[in-house]
Each structure stands twice: as structure tokens, then as C-alpha cells.
């Protein structure tokens, strides 16, 4: 078997392998056996899901789907023995977290936001999923168990941007316990400085877009406080 770390997802020798993003993407492909359906659903380019597919492949070490080409019915895409593994590992371990949140783990979640300058424009993401999907937000996630705040934070920044970064300044802790209407969850914001990377959409973004700091619209969460805060904190610097 293989040594997985997984809370919401799984990595494999340190590498991102899935998540609830590339899960929903790998189940579609199960649905409809075709990638270019399961890219649509997915609100994605063939080219993109592709791109996603390879990179699992590539971070578990095994080929995670098989595509046919051809014949009188069309080509088709498929799990392979290996990739409905996988799904099937992340499904139970997802479960397994979902199950213990239903039964009363009461102590709030902790997560981590990024704020990123890029040229004077913030970078943001658009939500692809519940809650505010559709809403620009900052990127940010989930700390994983066993893990530092300041390394989640380049993580996270990494997996939704693209980003590789450093840390200037921790800019506040928010813990209004209603800011997330999936659970009282606190947040750890971060001021970050872009050292490397390809801006480019995570897995669970619709996309990602450079907002000018002064034209920043209704964020999802309570990241326009967090972005007002910021502000302040930039005028205090000059």
C-alpha cells in the first residue's frame, strides 16, 4: 500500500495527488466516460482537465486514467484500476473527516489567507464551490494536522496560484465564529511576497484574476476586512 496524508486531501511522498476539486473531476469521468464531458461539467477546458490528470498521474506514479480513441461508438476516457483506487481511498478518508465534524468535533477549524500584490493589483480567486461560489476571494485553506501555519500558507499558495512565496508579515488573526457558514472557523492572514511561479487557477477556482487594490468588490468570507486591513497596513509602511 502506499503512505498517504490526507485530511480534505491525499498526498503521496510529499506531493499533492487529489482533492474535492480532481475527486469531482475523476467522478464525472466514472459518470461519462469522456473527459471533454467531464471538463464542461467541470467548468474547465479539455486542455486544463488534461493538464490536471497528468499531474496526479505524475505525483501518484501511476497512470490515474485510459483514453480510447476512435472505433464506431467514438473514443472514451476511463479510470484505470489505479485511479478508481484512489478515488475510492480519498472518498473513505473524506468520510472519515466528514463523519467526525457530524458527530460533534466542536473545536473551530484553523485556516490560512494569502495576500499577494502583483503589479499594485491583489490577486484573488473566484470560488468554484459552496459556500460563495462564484465570489472572488482571497486565496487561502485549510491547515493540515501536523502542520506549521507559515508552511500551510505557501502551500496553499502554491496549490491555488501557482505562486511560490515568502512571508513579510503575519497580518492578523480572524475569528468571528459566523465568517465561514460551514463552521466556526479561524483565520490566519498573511501579507506575501511573490518569489517565483506561474500565475495560474488551482483546482478549486474558477479562475484566478489581478484586482487593483482600490477596486476591490463584495469578497467572499470577511476577506474585505481583511483586505481593509491590509490597506491600513500598506499606508503605515510608506
Given at each position: 500500500m502506499y503512505s498517504f496524508k490526507s485530511k480534505n486531501w491525499i498526498e503521496k511522498d510529499g506531493r499533492y495527488v487529489i482533492g474535492e476539486g480532481r475527486a469531482a473531476l475523476l467522478k464525472l469521468i466514472v459518470e461519462y466516460e469522456s473527459l471533454?464531458?467531464?471538463?464542461?461539467?467541470?467548468?474547465?477546458?479539455?486542455?486544463?482537465a488534461w493538464g490536471v490528470l497528468r499531474e496526479m498521474s505524475q505525483a501518484f506514479g501511476k497512470e490515474i486514467v485510459h483514453s480510447e480513441r476512435g472505433g464506431a461508438e467514438g473514443g472514451k476516457t476511463v479510470l484505470t484500476p489505479e485511479g478508481k483506487e484512489l478515488l475510492e481511498e480519498f472518498e473513505k478518508k473524506h468520510g472519515t473527516v466528514q463523519t467526525l465534524?457530524?458527530?460533534?468535533?466542536?473545536?473551530?477549524?484553523?485556516?490560512?489567507?494569502?495576500?499577494?500584490?502583483?503589479?499594485?493589483?491583489?490577486v484573488l480567486i473566484r470560488r468554484k464551490h459552496y459556500p460563495f461560489e462564484g465570489r472572488l476571494a482571497l486565496p487561502g485553506g485549510m491547515v493540515e494536522y501536523g502542520e506549521k501555519v507559515e508552511g500551510a500558507v505557501c502551500r496553499e499558495m502554491k496549490e491555488e496560484t501557482g505562486l511560490d512565496v515568502k512571508i513579510s508579515e503575519m497580518l492578523?488573526?480572524?475569528?468571528?465564529?459566523g465568517r465561514d457558514p460551514r463552521g466556526h472557523t479561524v483565520s490566519v492572514a498573511y501579507v506575501l511576497e511573490r518569489v517565483g511561479g506561474k500565475l495560474r487557477s488551482g483546482d478549486d477556482a474558477k479562475a484566478i484574476e489581478l484586482v487593483a487594490i482600490d477596486k476591490i468588490p463584495d469578497l467572499a468570507f470577511d476577506h474585505n476586512?481583511?483586505?481593509?486591513?491590509?490597506?491600513?497596513?500598506r499606508k503605515k509602511q510608506e
Open positions: 471533454t464531458r467531464a471538463a464542461q461539467e467541470m467548468g474547465m477546458s479539455y486542455r486544463h465534524i457530524s458527530i460533534g468535533l466542536k473545536s473551530p477549524m484553523l485556516a490560512v489567507d494569502g495576500l499577494i500584490l502583483i503589479d499594485d493589483k491583489l492578523g488573526v480572524y475569528s468571528e465564529p476586512e481583511i483586505v481593509e486591513d491590509y490597506i491600513t497596513w
